[in-house]
C-alpha cells in the first residue's frame, strides 16, 4: 500500500455522482455510496431540528424564571432534542454516512454486502423519522429521551406510543446497516486484507456494528413492552400490580449505554485516520488500539446500572457496576495516549481535519474524566441527574462524536465531492466550534456540581451567571455549526478539483478517483503490508 | 498547586458542606479533580509542544524512540489502572457509609407526589414542601411517591435518592449546620417538575425546641392515631381480631416478625411487606390461613396507607387493642 | 446459466459461493437480534418469576398444558419438514420441496388455530389483558397472563411472517428460481423457522411447566 503509486487516471467511467442523475434514480440507487450522500441529507436535516430545539431551550434557560415556553413545552423540547439528537443523527451519523461511503472502499470491495438492505435500511430511518417528526408536529412528547415509567406509560399526556413506533422503525435501520457492514468487513475483504492489516476505521465500523446488532433489538423490546403497557392499561412496570418500573430502567440503559459506545467508536476510528494522515506516521500501538475497540465495545455491554446508583437499586449491583465502568475507561484513555504519542516525532500539518481532531482529544479526555466523576459511587450521588451529567455527555458526543464527524467529512470531502473545500473558512469554524463548545458546556459543570438539577426550565437565581454563559456560548457555537454547512454546500459545487490523493494519505480509498466511479474500483487493489505504512521521516 | 487547592476550595465553598457526608464527598471529587486536572494539563502541555517541536518543516529528529512500544503501553495502561482502581474504591467506601443507614433514627416521612413533597413527622405533624431538622441530629428520611418516580435532592447534603413507586425506600444525614437549603426533585416527573422545590431548615437545639412545642400539628393528631382511625374505618378488624384467629394472621407484634407463607418462603415485616401486603394482596398467602385478603389498592390511599403502616409498627410491642 | 430463472451476482461478489457465505453470516446475525429481541421479554418474566413464584404458579395453572404440548409437538414436526425439504432441493427436487413447504405452512396454521383456541379460552376466563380482571386473582398474576400473551403473540406474529415467506417460497419455487444450485432462500428461511421453533421450545417449559412443579 504504498501512498506513492498514482491511482489510474479515471478518463473512461464516470464518477458515482455522473452517470443517471435523475431523483428515480437516487432514490432507487444501490450504490453505497449514493445511499451515503441519502444518509448526509437526511441526517443534516434532523441535526437542524434538534439543534433549533436546544436553542429555544438555551434562550429560556438565558433567565432564571423566563416564560419564552411553557412548562409542558419545555418538556417536549428537551425530549424532542434528545431523541432527534440521539437516534437520527449521532447513531447514524458517522456509520451510515462515513462508514457507508468510505467502508467499502477502505477494504477494497465493490459494494457492502447487501445493497438492496442497505438502500432499505434507508427508507426504513426516513420513515421511522417521519413518524417520529408526526409525533412531534402533533403535540410531541415529555417524557425525556429515557422515557421513564412509570411517567411514560401511564401519566404523560403526549403522543408517547407514536414516538415510540417512530424510534423502534428507525432501530431496525441501525440493525440492518450494522448487519450489512459486519458481513461486509467479514466477506469483502481485498486479498490480502487481513484483519490486523485492517484500518482502525473499519475496526470502528465493525465493532460499533456489533453493538447495533446486539443492543438495539433490546431498544425495541423494552419499547414495545412500554407501549403496550401504556396502551392496554395493564403493565410489567406498574407497581399497582407488582410490576417494577425499575425493570424498565434497567431494560432500556442495557441497550443504552452500549448506544454511546455506537456514537463514539466510529469517532476514534475517524481520529486514527486522520492522525496518522497528517503526522504522516504509522498508528502508535496498532494492536492495543484495535483490542481497545473491541474491548469498549465488549465492556459497554456491562456497565448500564451506572445510570441508576440511586434508583434504589441495591448497593452490591451498584459497586459491581462501578468497578466495571471504571474497567471500560481504561482502554479509552489508552487511545489518548496512542494518538498523541502517534504524533510524537511525526510530521505534522495543521489542516481542518486534524485540527477538529486536536478539539476531540481535548474534548474527549475532559469528557471522559467527568465519566470516571460519574463512575464514581459516592459523587455520582451527588452529580447524577444534574446539569454534571449534560455537560459530561454533550462533551463526549459533541466535544468528541460531532467534532470526529466534522473532521471524517472534511477529511474525506475530496473523495466524496472530488473537490476541496476552502481551508482558511474550514479552520476558522473549526476553532470557533471549539470555543463556542466550550463556553456553552464547560459551565455546565459547575452548575451541576452546584446542585441545578436537568430538565428544569427555571432555577434558582443563582445559577444565572452559569446560565447566561452558556446561553451565549451556545450562540458561538451555532455560528460554527452554520458554516460548514454553507461553505461544504458551495464547495460541492463550486470548490477546486481535487485529485485522487489530495492529502497523500495511505489507505485504499486513496487509490481509486475522487470522486469514485461507481464500481469502486478499475481493478480489486492487493494488500501487501500493514496500514499507515508512510515512508519513514 | 496552592492555587490549584485555592480554586477548587473556592468551588466548594460555593457550595455550602451541610452534613457530615457532605466534606466526604467533597474528598473524594477533590481527588478526581486533582487527578483529572493532572492528566488534562499534562496532556495538553504535551500536546501543544508536540506541535510545534514536529510541525512539518521543523528540524528536530524524526528517528524512532528506542524505548520498545510495550513498554510504554504497558506503563501507561498499569498507571491509569491503578489510579482508577484508587479512585473507584475511594468512592465506593464514601457511598457505602452513605447507603448504610445508621439504625435507630428519628423518622420523617416524606411522601412525593406530582408536584409537592408531603413531609410528615412522627409525632404527628405534617407540612409541605419544608422539613425542619435539628442541628447535628441525623434522621431517617423514609421516602415513597404516590404517583410517578421523584427524587429526593440536597445539594447542601449531598444527598439524593430515587422516590419509586410501589417501593418504600430510606436514607439519611446528618445536618452539620443551621441553614435553609434547598431540596430539588432531581427526577423528570412531568409538567411542574422544575417548581417541585423544598427546603430543609436546619435549626439549633434550642430553636427546634421552640419550633417544635409551636409547630403544626395535622387533625387527628399522630400518624399513629389516624391510622388506628383508618384500622376501624375498614373493618380490619373484622379478620384479624377473629376470636377463633382463623381467618387473618393477628397483627399485634407483627412489624418486625419473621412471617412464614404458604409455599414455605420466610419474609422479615417490614414495611415493604406491610405496603405490599395491604395494597398489592393477595401477594402474600401466609402459611396456615386459608381466605386471600383483597387488595386495597385504589381503597386505602396512599396516604392513609402510610399512617395505618405507622399504627402497626407502633402496635409492634404492645398488642392491639380489641374495639368494640 | 444464463437462462431467466438465473439469479444474477451482485457487483461486490467475485463468485456464488462468496454471496452464500455472506447470506450465511447474515442470517446467523439477525438471528442474534431475534435472540436479544426476545431476550428482553424473556428477562421480564424469569425476574417476575422469582419474585413472585405463587402467583407464576398459579398462573401457569390456568394454561391449558395439552393444547400447549400439542403445539410443541406440532412445531417441532414443522421444523422437520423444513429440514427435509432444503435437503429435496439441495438435490434438485422441485417438487418434493413444494410439498415439504406446504406440509411447513399446514402445521404452521394449525399451530396458530390451536393457539387461537388457547387465546379464546383465556379470554372466556376473563384473563386478557386490557379487560377487567378476575378480582379474586393475585394482582401479579396479571403480569404472568401479560407476559403470556406479550412472549406468545410475539412468537405467533414471528410464525406469520414465516408463512408470509413461505408463501414466497412457493412462489419462487413454481417459477423455477429455486434449483440444487440456488437454493439459498430455502436454506436461510429454514434457519428462520428453526429459530422461530427454538423460541417455542423456550416458551413452552417457562410459561407451562417449571411453574406447575
Not at chain 1, 482 to 508: D, K
Not at chain 3, 92 to 116: D, E, M, P, Q, W
Amino acid at each position: 500500500m504504498n501512498p506513492a503509486t498514482p491511482a489510474e487516471r479515471q478518463d473512461a467511467a464516470p464518477s458515482y455522482l455522473g452517470g443517471e442523475t435523475t431523483v428515480a434514480s437516487w432514490l432507487g440507487t444501490l450504490d453505497h455510496k449514493r445511499i451515503a450522500l441519502l444518509y448526509l441529507f437526511t441526517i443534516t436535516a434532523f441535526f437542524v431540528v434538534g439543534a433549533v430545539a436546544a436553542a429555544l431551550m438555551r434562550w429560556q434557560l438565558a433567565v432564571p424564571t423566563a416564560d419564552l415556553v411553557t412548562s409542558d413545552t419545555y418538556n417536549r423540547l428537551f425530549t424532542l432534542h434528545g431523541v432527534v439528537m440521539v437516534w437520527f443523527f449521532l447513531i447514524p451519523s458517522i456509520p451510515a454516512v462515513l462508514g457507508n461511503f468510505i467502508l467499502p472502499l477502505a477494504i477494497g470491495a465493490r459494494d457492502v454486502a447487501f445493497p438492496r438492505l442497505n438502500l432499505a435500511s434507508w427508507y426504513i430511518f426516513v420513515a421511522g423519522g417521519l413518524v417520529t417528526l408526526y409525533a412531534i408536529v402533533v403535540g410531541g412528547v415529555d417524557t425525556g429521551w429515557t422515557f421513564y415509567t412509570p411517567y411514560s406509560s401511564t401519566y404523560s399526556n403526549g403522543h408517547v406510543m407514536v414516538m415510540a413506533a417512530g424510534i423502534f422503525v428507525a432501530g431496525f435501520s441501525s440493525i440492518a446497516t450494522g448487519l450489512n457492514f459486519i458481513v461486509t468487513v467479514h466477506k469483502l475483504r481485498a486479498p490480502g486484507l487481513t484483519w490486523f492489516r485492517l484500518p482502525l476505521f473499519v475496526w470502528a465500523i465493525y465493532a460499533t456494528s456489533i453493538i447495533m446488532v446486539l443492543a438495539t433489538p433490546v431498544l425495541a423490546i423494552t419499547l414495545l413492552l412500554m407501549g403496550l403497557e401504556r396502551v392496554l392499561g395493564v403493565g410489567i412496570f406498574d407497581p399497582r400490580i407488582g410490576g417494577d418500573p425499575l425493570l424498565f430502567q434497567h431494560l432500556f440503559w442495557f441497550y443504552s449505554h452500549p448506544a454511546v459506545y455506537i456514537m463514539i467508536l466510529p469517532g476514534m476510528g475517524v481520529v486514527s485516520e486522520i492522525i496518522t494522515c497528517f503526522s504522516r506516521k504509522r498508528i502508535f500501538g496498532y494492536p492495543v488500539m484495535a483490542v481497545s475497540i473491541l474491548s469498549i465495545a465488549g465492556l459497554g455491554f456491562l456497565v448500564w446500572g451506572h445510570h441508576m446508583f440511586v434508583s434504589s437499586q441495591s448497593v452490591y449491583a451498584g459497586v459491581v457496576f462501578s468497578f466495571l465502568s471504571f474497567m471500560v475507561s481504561v482502554p479509552s484513555a489508552i487511545k489518548v495516549f496512542n494518538w498523541i504519542a502517534t504524533m510524537y516525532r511525526g510530521s505534522i500539518t495543521l489542516s481542518t481535519p486534524l485540527l477538529y481532531v486536536l478539539g476531540f482529544l481535548a474534548l474527549f479526555t475532559i469528557g471522559g474524566l467527568t465519566g470516571v466523576f460519574l463512575a464514581t459511587l459516592a459523587v455520582d450521588v451527588h452529580l447524577h441527574d444534574t446539569y454534571f451529567v449534560i455537560a459530561h455527555f454533550h462533551y463526549i458526543m459533541v466535544g468528541g462524536g460531532v467534532m470526529a464527524y466534522l473532521g471524517g467529512v472534511h477529511y474525506w470531502w475530496p473523495k466524496i465531492s472530488g473537490r476541496m473545500f476552502p481551508e482558511g473558512i474550514a479552520a476558522f469554524a473549526a476553532v470557533t466550534i471549539f470555543v463556542g463548545f466550550n463556553l456553552t458546556f464547560f459551565p455546565q459543570y459547575l452548575l451541576g456540581y452546584l446542585g441545578m438539577p436537568r430538565r428544569y426550565m427555571t432555577y434558582p437565581a443563582e445559577f444565572h451567571t452559569l446560565n447566561v454563559i452558556s446561553t451565549l456560548g451556545a450562540l458561538v457555537l451555532a455560528v460554527g455549526y452554520v458554516l460548514p454547512l454553507v461553505y461544504l454546500t458551495w464547495s460541492f459545487f463550486r470548490g477546486a478539483p481535487a485529485g485522487p490523493n489530495p492529502w497523500g494519505a495511505t489507505g485504499l480509498e486513496w487509490q481509486t478517483s475522487s470522486p469514485p466511479p461507481e464500481e469502486n474500483f478499475r481493478e480489486t487493489p492487493v494488500v501487501t503490508g500493514p496500514p499507515y505504512d508512510y515512508p519513514p521521516l | 498547586m496552592s492555587r490549584f487547592l485555592a480554586f477548587s476550595g473556592a468551588i466548594s465553598g460555593w457550595l455550602p458542606t451541610a452534613s457530615s457526608m457532605a466534606p466526604r464527598v467533597d474528598r473524594v471529587l477533590r481527588d478526581l479533580l486533582a487527578a483529572g486536572s493532572a492528566v488534562v494539563v499534562v496532556l495538553t502541555v504535551l500536546t501543544l509542544v508536540i506541535l510545534v517541536r514536529y510541525r512539518r518543516g521543523s528540524a528536530a529528529s524524526r528517528a524512532p524512540s528506542r524505548i520498545a512500544t510495550w513498554k510504554i503501553e504497558a506503563s501507561w495502561i498499569t498507571g491509569t489502572a491503578i489510579v482508577f482502581l484508587y479512585l473507584f474504591f475511594e468512592g465506593a467506601g464514601v457511598y457505602v457509609d452513605m447507603e448504610r443507614i445508621p439504625p435507630g433514627l428519628p423518622e420523617i416521612t416524606v411522601v412525593g407526589r406530582q408536584w409537592m413533597w408531603d413531609v410528615r413527622y412522627a409525632d404527628g405533624r405534617r407540612e409541605f414542601n419544608t422539613l425542619h431538622v435539628r442541628l447535628n441530629t441525623p434522621v431517617r428520611v423514609v421516602l415513597s411517591s404516590e404517583d410517578v418516580i421523584h427524587s429526593f435532592f440536597v445539594p447542601a447534603f449531598r444527598v439524593k435518592q430515587d422516590v419509586v413507586p410501589g417501593k418504600i425506600v430510606s436514607t439519611w444525614f446528618n445536618p452539620t449546620r443551621t441553614g435553609t437549603y434547598t431540596l430539588f426533585c432531581a427526577q423528570y416527573c412531568g409538567t411542574a417538575h422544575a417548581q417541585m422545590l423544598g427546603s430543609v431548615v436546619v435549626l439549633s437545639p434550642g430553636d427546634y425546641a421552640t419550633w417544635a412545642r409551636g409547630g403544626l400539628l395535622s387533625a387527628g393528631g399522630t400518624a399513629e392515631a389516624r391510622g388506628h382511625a383508618v384500622y376501624r374505618r375498614f373493618g380490619c378488624a373484622e379478620c384479624h381480631e377473629d376470636p377463633q384467629g382463623r381467618r387473618a394472621p393477628p397483627l399485634g407484634g407483627l412489624y418486625g416478625s419473621l412471617v412464614t407463607l404458604a409455599d414455605g418462603e420466610q419474609l422479615r415485616a417490614d414495611d415493604q411487606y406491610l405496603h405490599d401486603a395491604i395494597l398489592l394482596s393477595p401477594r402474600y398467602r401466609v402459611s396456615g390461613y386459608a381466605l386471600t385478603m383483597p387488595s386495597y389498592d385504589g381503597i386505602i390511599g396512599p396516604s392513609d396507607a402510610l399512617d395505618l403502616i405507622a399504627y402497626l409498627k407502633a402496635s409492634a410491642t404492645a398488642p392491639l387493642a380489641v374495639q368494640p | 446459466m444464463n437462462g431467466p430463472s438465473t439469479p444474477s451476482l451482485p457487483a461486490a461478489y467475485g463468485d456464488f459461493r462468496q454471496r452464500d457465505l455472506a447470506n450465511h453470516l447474515g442470517m446467523w446475525a439477525f438471528i442474534a437480534t431475534e435472540v436479544l429481541f426476545f431476550g428482553g421479554l424473556f428477562l421480564a418474566y424469569v425476574v417476575y418469576r422469582i419474585t413472585y413464584p405463587a402467583a407464576f404458579a398459579a398462573g401457569s395453572h390456568t394454561l391449558d398444558f395439552w393444547r400447549g404440548t400439542i403445539n410443541t409437538a406440532v412445531l417441532l414436526t414443522s421444523s422437520l419438514t423444513m429440514a427435509l425439504g432444503d435437503a429435496y432441493i439441495k438435490r434438485g427436487n422441485r417438487t418434493a420441496l413444494r410439498n415439504c413447504v406446504i406440509a411447513t405452512a399446514s402445521l404452521g396454521v394449525l399451530f396458530l388455530a390451536i393457539k387461537a383456541s388457547e387465546y379464546h379460552e383465556m379470554y372466556a376466563k376473563h384473563l386478557v389483558p386490557g379487560l377487567p380482571f378476575d378480582p379474586q386473582a393475585p394482582s401479579p398474576l396479571q403480569l404472568f397472563v401479560f407476559l403470556y400473551f406479550a412472549m406468545t403473540g410475539l412468537h405467533a406474529v414471528h410464525m406469520l411472517i414465516g408463512l408470509g415467506l413461505m408463501a414466497w417460497l412457493l412462489r419462487q419455487n413454481r417459477r423455477g428460481r429455486l434449483t440444487a444450485a440456488h437454493h439459498a432462500p430455502v436454506e436461510m428461511f429454514g434457519l428462520y423457522w428453526h429459530f422461530v421453533d427454538c423460541v417455542w421450545v423456550f416458551l413452552y417449559p417457562l410459561l407451562y411447566l417449571i411453574p406447575q412443579r
